[in-house]
C-alpha cells in the first residue's frame, strides 16, 4: 500500500454536480490500520449492491491473506456462496421431462390427429395434413433411393407450396436438410454445396430458370427438380402411406442431423452447423407448452428457410394442428404485403426481427392486423422505445427470445406484457426447457449479478457441431465444468449479465460477429472477400450507428501498391460473391488504414462515410424518372437524388433496397428483383430495365381506385382528384414537396378497366370517391385536392361529407372552376378547356399500354366532359385554397370570385407562372405542394 493519507480506486466518475456517477471506493490509511470506503450513486447502485460490494472486497482481502506465494491472483474466486447458487443452480433451473421423438414423428402424429385440417396455405393453395403428408411420403420414398440417416439432401427452392413436403419428406428418409437460398451468388452456392456434398439436391423448375442452379452444382450430384412432369409421373407411382424404419438404410434416431445450416465464418468460408433431432424438439416442447398453439392458430412462414427461426414456422404449427401460411418469396422484406397477408390470411403468430418490426408497425394497415395474438422478436436487440411503439399499435404480449443457431433456434425467453417498462433495451429472459446459461469472467469462472461475462451454453439444445470443421468444433463446444462428465457448453462470443431478477441482459460481443437486421455476420468473412480484389491491399469493415437506429455496414480500403480501386468494380465482386445482406452499404477509400500506437486497427478514427449526391448529374427527364428520383430520395432520407446517382453510395443497404423496391411496386406498379439493383443501383440504370423487361400484370393495380402514392405517415391523409382523363399518377411528384407526415393517395376513374356503369353526374362520382376514401380513412378529418376536373369532384366531396356529419380538414383546387364562369376566364367556351384537360401526357401512355385500356380512358374522358359541363355546385361552408394556372386567363379576370358563391368561407388565390395543362409538370407540381403544405399547415391550426 503507498505511503498516503487516502487513495480512491473509482469504477467511472464524479458528475458534474459533484455526485458519485456509480461507485466510488475510497482507501483511507489511519494508525490503527486501513479504512474503506463504498459510495455508491444511489440512483444507480441499490443499498443491497453497495452491500454486495463490500461482501466481495472483503473475501478478496481473506483470500489474499491466505494466498500462498505461488499462486495467481487471477484464480481468486470472489463470488458469495448464495451468488454462485443462484447464477449456477437456482437461475438455471430448468430440467424438465421431453420424449424422445424425432420431427417426422411429430408430423405424423399430428396428421393421425387432425388429418382433414388445412395445413399448408400459400397464394390461394392450400393442403390438408393428410394430403402434405401423402406428398411428402411419396417424394420421401423416392429420396430414400440415395438418402438416408447421417446423410444430408440439399434443397435449392424458392418459398412454395411445394417447399414444405420437399422439407418433410428429407426428414422422413432420415436425412438432414441443407437449405440455400437460390438468390445467392452462384459462387457462394457452389461453395455450400461442394461443402455439405449432399446425396442430392432438390429443387424446382423456376430455380432452373433463373440460372442459379445448374450451373452451380458439384459434378456427380444428382438433381431432382420436383415439379417436373417427369417428377409428376414416377411421384403417382409410389406409395403415400408413412415411412418406417424398414424403408431407411439404418433406423431414425433423435440424435441424428435434422438440418444442416450455414452461417458467416470469421476466416472467410461459411461453416455448417449440424443440429439434431433431439435439439429441435426440446425446442418445440418448450414452446408448445408457453404459447400453446391450437388448430385454429395460423403462423406465417416468412423467414427464409437458410436461417433457423423458419425451422419452428415450419414445424411448431405442423405439431400442434395449425396453419403454415407461407409468405411468397421476398415477403418477408415487405412490411406492406406482411400486413396485408396478416389481414387476408387471418394470421395469430409472427415473428419479426426488430428492425423489421419497426417498418411493419409504421404501416397504415398495422392497427388492422388484429388477428395477431402473438409477436415474436429475435435476431437482434428488442430497444425499449421499439417495444413501446408496438404496443401503442398492437396491444398484445410481444415475446423477445434470444439463441444462436448452434443451440437449436433460441435458447432464452422474456415477454413483454403492455405497459410494462424494461428499460432501454428488453432483457434477454431466462433459458428454456433443459437449458443451462452461463456468464463467465476469461476463467470460465461464474460472475455475480450485473457484471459483465460471456455466455456459454449447455443442455438438450447444443448442436453436434460444424459439419467438417472438428477443429472449430473443439475451439467453440468445450468441456463444461459445471455439468457431467464428456457434457459440453457453447462459447457464443456475446456479452452479458444477470439482473437481480435472474434474467439475462445483452451488453455486446467479445468478438467482430455483429447482428444486422437480424442477420449473423462475421466481418473478417467480408474482409476476406474484399483483399481478394486484386486492386485491395488492405480493408476494414466495422458497424456504424451514425443515425440513431440505423445500422450500416461500411467497408475502408486501402489500394494495393501501384494500383488504384474501383469502387464499382469492387462492390459488382462482392454482390457477386456475398449474400446482399452483407454487401457494405458504403466503401470508403483511405490512404492507409489508421492504427493505434500499438500498432492495431484504430476504428474510432476510421471517417464517417459521406453520402452526398452529385451536385452537377442530370436531372429527372420523364415522368418515370421523376417519381424514381422520389423513391430514391425518399428511401434515403434525402434532399433530393440525381438519375446517375448510385443507391449504395449514397448510404442504401439490404434493408432500405427492400423500401426501394416496394415502393417502385407500389407507385410504378414493376416487380424490381432485388439482386437486380445491384447490378443497375441508378435511376437511369433501373428506368432502363423497367422500359426493357418484363411488367407485372398490373393494369387493375395501375389503375386502382385508390392509388397509393405515399402510404406512410400520422396525419390525415391527402387525397388527389384526378382530372377528366380518370389516372392520377400525375400527381406522384407531391411526394416530394408535401411533408412526409401525410400519406397521399390518388383517387382515379371508375371504368378505366372495363365493364363499369359510368357516374351519370359530379354528384354521383362523388358520392363514389367519398366511399373510395373512407375505405382508406374511416373517419375525418378529410383532407382533398383536386386538379381541373377533380377540383369540382372535390367541391362536391366535401359538401356530402359535411352532410354526413365529417370533417373536412382542407380543400386545395387547381385551376377548376364553376362550368358557367370558364369563358369570362379563359375566352373559351367549357369544351375547348375540357379537350386541353383531357390531352393524356405522353409519360403517362407507359402505364396505359392495351388498345382496349386506351378506349377505356377515351370513354372515361368522354363523360367526365360531359358531365362536369352540366354540374352546378352548391354551397360549401369552409374555406378554400385555390391555385390559379396564371398563363392563359383573360386580363383582368379573377379566378377567386368564380368560386365565392359557392364557399362560405375565404376563397384564398395563390397563382402559378403556368397554363392550365402545364401545371402537372414536376416544377409546377413542387410549387403546388410547397402551397399545399403551408395550407395544410393553417388548417391544422385552425381546428
Known sequence: MPRFGRCETTSRTYLANGEVDDLMVVFYERADGLRVDFVANPALCTEEENTAHHERFLRLITALARLEPDALIEELDVITPQERTDVLERWNDTAREVPEATLPELFEGQVARTPDAEAVVFEGARLTYAELNERANRLARLLSHGAGPEGRVGVLMERSADLVPVLLAVLKTGAAYVPVDPSYPADRIAYLLDDAKPALVVTAAAVGTAGASGDVLPTGVPRLTVDDPGTFAVLETLDGHNLSDTDRPTALASSHPAYVIYTSGSTGRPKGVVVSHAGVVNRLAWIRDVYRLTPEDRVVQKTPFGFDISVWEFFWPLSEGATVVLARPGGHRDPEYLAELVQRERVTVAHFVPSMLQLFIAERTARNCTSLRTVVCSGEALPGVLRDRFHAVLPIPLHNLYGPTEASIEVTAFTCEPGTDTGDFVPMGRPVWNTRTYVLDAGLRPVPAGVTGELYLA???????????????????????????????????????????????????????????????????????????????????????????????????????????????????????????????????????????????????LPAPEYATDATGRGPSSMREVILCEIFADVLGLPTVGVDDNFFELGGHSLLATRLTSQIRTRLGFDVPLRALFGTPTVAGLDNSLAEGPRLARSEEALARILPIRTRGTSSPVFCIHPATGVSWGFSPLAASIPADYPLYGVQAQGLTGGEELPQSIREMAADYVEQIRSVQPTGPYQLLGYSLGGAVAHEMALQLQEAGDVVGAIVIMDSYPADRIPALFGLDALALDAQDGLLPAEWEQFILRDDEKAFNLRVLENSSAIVRAHIPRAYEGDVLLIVAAAGKVEGSNPAEAWAPYVTGEVRAESLPCSHEEMTRPDMLTLVGELTSKWLSECRRRR
Open 459 to 605: 443442455g438438450a439444445q447444443l448442436a453436434r457441431g460444424y459439419l467438417g470443421r472438428p477443429g472449430l468444433t473443439a475451439e467453440r463446444f468445450v468441456a463444461n465444468p459445471f455439468g457431467a462428465p464428456d457434457e459440453r457448453m457453447y462459447r457464443t462470443g456475446d456479452l452479458v449479465r444477470w439482473n437481480a431478477g435472474g434474467e439475462l441482459e445483452f451488453v455486446g460481443r467479445a468478438d467482430d460477429q455483429v447482428k444486422i437486421r437480424g442477420f449473423r455476420i462475421e466481418l473478417g468473412e467480408i474482409e476476406t472477400a474484399l483483399q481478394s480484389h486484386p486492386a485491395v491491399g488492405r480493408a476494414a469493415v466495422l458497424v456504424r450507428e451514425d443515425r440513431p437506429g440505423d445500422k450500416r455496414l461500411v467497408a475502408y480500403l486501402v489500394a494495393a501498391a501501384g494500383t488504384q480501386v474501383d469502387i464499382t468494380a469492387v462492390r459488382t465482386r462482392l454482390a457477386g460473391t456475398l449474400p446482399e445482406h452483407m454487401v457494405p452499404s458504403a466503401i470508403v477509400p483511405l490512404d492507409v488504414l489508421p492504427l493505434t500506437v500499438n500498432g492495431k486497427l484504430d476504428r474510432k478514427a
